[in-house]
């Protein structure tokens, strides 16, 4: 993959200027700044009566191990950047083990909670979607709690369809949330044998 995947000029009415956002591959070096958004991320899903200490948090050595995993296996991992800081990040890992689902990935999309509302979502999404089709995937999976309006709106845009529906599947805030299985073709998708 190229270092900068698919850059992106985003405008802004703060102080008058404007500003970059950029998406690129991630490096060992935004391992904290990920790590911090994973973090408030799944805690706002903990229970609030729930102490912290219960919480297994992963830690960065961790994530750099699993990051490098996955790009050795040529899975896409990938960051939103604006003036050197991560805004948000994206990446795929496989749907199953079994060779069968080989071409096959889920994916995670991960935006810095002061960053919303501000389009980083659908860039990574979309370079997202670029990367894995150029690396021979065919099939894109994606889990969305079912009260995630804004994920639903955004894959929905992306071409995603939903396939399934799990209720009370997790428990978070106090009470169980349903999850929704979308899927989304990549390339040819399943209208021609894959290149072996």
Same mark, same amino acid.
């Given at each position: ?61 961790? +994530?750099?191990? *699993?990051?490098?995993?996955? =790009?050795?296996?040529?899975? &896409?991992? $990938?960051?939103?950047?604006? %003036? ?69 709106? +955004?894959?929905? *845009?992306?071409?995603?369809? =939903?396939?399934?529906?799990? &209720?009370? $599947?997790?428990?978070?805030? %106090? ?22």
């Amino acid at each position: 993959m190229n270092d900068e995947i698919n850059a992106a000029a985003d405008e802004s009415s703060e102080k008058g200027g404007r500003f970059r956002v950029f998406v690129r591959d991630s490096r060992d070096g935004d391992v904290p700044a990920m790590l911090a958004i994973y973090l408030h991320h799944i805690r706002r899903g903990v229970d609030p009566d729930l102490d912290p200490r219960e919480f297994e948090a992963p830690d960065a050595e961790d +994530l750099k191990r *699993r990051r490098k995993n996955m =790009q050795k296996r040529k899975m &896409p991992h $990938i960051v939103a950047e604006e %003036n050197g800081v991560v805004l948000g990040y994206a990446y795929a890992v496989p749907f199953r083990k079994r060779p069968a689902y080989r071409y096959a990935i889920k994916h995670s999309i991960y935006v810095h909670n002061g960053h919303l509302q501000r389009g980083i979502g659908r860039m990574l999404m979309g370079a997202l979607i670029d990367a894995c089709a150029a690396a021979g995937f065919r099939q894109m999976i994606g889990y969305v709690d079912a009260a995630n309006r804004a994920s639903l709106v +955004l894959h929905e *845009r992306f071409g995603f369809v =939903q396939v399934g529906y799990l &209720p009370a $599947i997790g428990y978070k805030f %106090n009470h169980w949330t349903d999850t929704v299985l979308l899927q989304r073709s990549l390339g040819p998708g399943g209208t021609e044998p894959p290149h072996l």
